[in-house]
């Protein structure tokens, strides 16, 4: 057996036993002991099972997390060097077991952040793709790209590629990109329009209703049947100006999985914006990153955002939490000597809304301004942001202010770019486990995590 113990007194010691060796060594209230970790390194197995207690009077340090013991992997579940050389079946809890480090039950008061080993571990990550991507409706376009007939677009999501298409009776459809034939991708532009798909490896063509029409040299081939050989179609749905698809054919509609939010939206009068512009960024770090910063209720942006914290009202900032979205707002200030000229500029109106629905797309609002976000996985330490803006004024009287506000979004936008890939490289510190979460601003982080937890839970159950 092994035990770790603080009585309270500082320096914290920590007392080791195994067998008929027995050892004493101060910490110095450090989370971390060189000394321990190499014992632990040369004398026990990963199956070891440990508790820290804190010292009272200290429990900010990162040892101090809720009574429970929990595994000592040594490390090797972050791909340290010396994990690397581990057996697979060591180098991990179970699944379950590192789902399970997080208590989805606690108020927000009571409640730490999701651990750590979520944001770095590849098996979360695929547990993710399959359970989340691959159940909820996601935002992949707008409606305009696919207006007329023959309009298309292309989109990978959770690895799925996928082809949205206004068919030529008018429908909006969704297939997997995927030929029946050898799986090439059938449509391999990003949109256009076409009355057509033919693949470009062996020919097999299709229309824009994902029937196949024509197979090259396929004559005398036994029991194939043309019609059931057509793109494998998707669910696809519309909502103000944004297309939705969902892979999973028994999810329930659109309507009922954004809930309220389609009443708190339709007062903003979204339908008279315009698109005017998409910009893509690439982050190293995982998405839940990028959404944990998202939805912080602000508590980042004086420290990292000055310009747009000029004009936000930041004492008065507001986090409503409903179904599966949240909204964070904030009154609009302009005037003043301390105000951002470009921000002021360019961020008008009363107030800012902040909307984010799970999982990953979210709705910032001003008078007569619009972007969206859309937050796609790329590996577990990478991901996709992809930003539409949309304005009042689209015409060329308008260009140069609509850029202008576009130039004050990628400002804050390279700001969190920086700070979400510092929290990812945090993510592998020994130094950090879990963390808590501020009562006043981090509500919508708190479900987040919840939603999160209970999809992740319920795969693993399945």
């Not at 979204?270 to 912080?296: I, P, T």
């Not at 301004?369 to 577990?380: I, K, M």
């Amino acid at each position: 057996s092994l035990a770790l113990r603080n009585e309270g007194a500082l320096p914290l010691t920590n007392r080791v036993s195994m067998g008929n060796k027995n050892i004493t060594q101060p910490t110095h209230n450090k989370a971390s002991n060189p000394f321990l970790i190499e014992f632990f390194r040369q004398n026990f197995s990963p199956s070891v099972r440990f508790q820290t207690l804190a010292p009272r009077s200290n429990q900010n340090s990162p040892a101090f997390f809720p009574a429970a013991p929990f595994r000592a992997t040594i490390g090797a579940h972050r791909n340290s060097a010396r994990g690397r050389d581990l057996p697979d079946s060591l180098k991990h809890d179970s699944l379950k077991q590192t789902l399970d480090a997080y208590d989805a039950r606690a108020s927000l008061a009571g409640a730490f952040t999701i651990p750590a080993s979520w944001y770095i571990d590849p098996r979360v990550a695929e547990l993710e793709k399959q359970s989340v991507f691959g159940h909820a409706w996601q935002a992949v376009g707008r409606l305009d790209q696919v207006a007329a007939p023959g309009q298309f677009f292309t989109v990978d999501l959770a690895g799925e590629p996928i082809v949205v298409v206004r068919s030529a009776d008018g429908e909006l459809r969704a297939f997997y990109n995927v030929c029946r034939h050898h799986a090439a991708a059938v449509v391999t532009e990003s949109q256009g329009t076409a009355a057509n798909f033919r693949c470009p490896y062996h020919g097999w063509t299709y229309g824009n209703d994902g029937a196949l029409k024509g197979t090259p040299d396929f004559d005398g081939v036994c029991n194939f049947d043309r019609a059931k050989n057509g793109l494998v179609p998707i669910r696809v749905a519309a909502w103000e100006k944004f297309v939705f698809v969902n892979l999973d054919a028994q999810a329930p509609p659109l309507e009922e999985f954004l809930g309220s939010l389609l009443a708190r939206v339709k007062p903003l009068g979204l339908g008279s914006l315009r698109f005017f512009e998409r910009r893509v960024y690439d982050l190293n770090c995982n998405w839940k990153v990028y959404v944990d910063n998202y939805l912080d209720g602000g508590y980042h942006v004086p420290h990292l955002h000055k310009g747009l914290n000029s004009v936000l009202d930041y004492a008065n900032y507001t986090i409503e939490n409903e179904d599966r979205f949240c909204l964070q707002s904030s009154p609009v200030e302009t005037s003043g000597a301390s105000v951002d000229p470009d921000a002021a500029a360019t961020r008008q109106g009363n107030r800012a809304d902040y909307f984010w629905q799970y999982p990953n797309f979210m709705l910032n609002w001003y008078e007569g301004y619009l972007d969206t976000n859309l937050v796609l996985p790329l590996s577990v330490d990478r991901c996709r942001v992809i930003f539409d803006f949309y304005f009042a004024a689209t015409n060329d009287a308008a260009k140069e202010y609509n850029r202008q506000s576009i130039a004050v979004s990628h400002r804050v936008q390279e700001e969190d770019v920086d700070i979400c890939e510092s929290v990812q490289r945090g993510m592998h510190s020994r130094a950090y486990r879990a963390g808590r979460l501020s009562v006043r601003r981090e509500a919508g982080e708190h479900l987040f995590h919840r939603l999160l937890a209970a999809d992740l839970r319920a795969a693993v159950k399945e």
